[in-house]
């Protein structure tokens, strides 16, 4: 994927930060409900049970720490909209860390607990300007706790999904966030002005070459709420199961946006 030409739209620092704060409660809480049972139950995430799921949840923050701990690199080389096209690369190191972690940790509420408050810390301690390296490249990070977001949002969705009833409910600044960062993502992989992907109340994207259209109702719509599109986005979910699923409705002869996606792997 060539690198973001796109700029990114603004995140408010103090509300990313509130919302990654807000997520990360709910699913701690929600853990402290799980049984034995339920945590070695099976996820959709290649094999791993709801207790890597978990632990995989607190390195999703952890990774602010390990970066912060490194020597600050001398300027931002990427931006934002970098970040969803380089998760795939690192699979199979993260998969092997978070395995390794699991093992490590027996009790995932203190596990959590340490995440959290060592986390508040760090952020208290540096500004969101510090510069972090990140496997899309250096950003600032404030732009890094905007990933967070979708971090947290997804593996939400994949605790959910793994423990029917659980409920873990989604914190609407992070939904936000997640939402619009991934939109956007679509933007940049298939630019243009043909298509209108509306994901109320959060996002409307213009993509796709073609024709561009400048009032009224646009010829191609492709419309979904927030959870399907980041389902989507991120593979949880196919474009021709939720069509027949009636999950997303897409008009106009360049509204099939299957063959874009997911975004991120």
């Known amino acids: 994927m060539p690198p973001a030409t796109k700029r990114a739209r603004s995140y408010d ?3 990313t ?6 997520q990360f409660l709910n699913v701690r809480e929600a ?30 923050l952890t990774a602010i720490h390990r970066a912060l701990d490194l020597p600050e690199p001398p300027k931002a080389d990427a931006v934002l909209l970098d970040w969803p096209f380089a998760t795939a690369a690192n699979s199979a190191a993260i998969d092997e860390f978070t ?7 027996a009790d995932l509420d203190a ?23 990140t496997s899309a ?14 971090e947290l949002v997804v593996h939400t969705d994949d605790l959910n999904a793994a423990v029917p009833g659980l409920e873990v409910p989604y914190d609407r600044q992070a939904l936000a966030a997640a939402t619009r960062l991934l939109a956007d993502a679509l933007a940049v992989k298939a630019p243009g002005g043909s298509t209108e992907v509306r994901v109320p109340p959060y996002a409307v994207v213009q993509c796709v070459e073609g024709p561009r259209h400048t009032r009224g109702t646009p010829p191609n719509v492709v419309e979904t709420d927030p959870l399907t599109w980041i389902r989507l986005a991120t593979g949880r979910l196919g474009w021709k199961e939720a069509l027949e699923e009636a999950k997303v409705s ?12 997911p975004l991120m792997a």
């Open 13 to 15: 620092p103090a509300r």
């Open 17 to 22: 930060r509130a919302a990654v704060f807000a």
């Open 31 to 60: 853990v402290r409900r799980l049984g034995p049972e339920q945590l070695a139950r099976t996820t959709r995430l290649g094999g791993w049970t709801v207790r890597d799921l978990v632990v995989h949840i607190g390195m999703a």
């Open 99 to 105: 395995r390794r972690l699991a093992a490590e940790h």
């Open 111 to 133: 596990y959590l607990a340490d995440v959290g408050q060592s986390l508040r810390a760090l952020l208290d301690e540096h500004p969101g300007s510090r510069i972090l390296g």
């Open 137 to 150: 490249g250096s950003m600032s990070l404030d732009d890094y706790l905007v990933t967070r977001t979708v």
């Open 250 to 261: 897409a008009s106009g002869e360049r509204a099939d946006i299957g063959g874009l996606l």
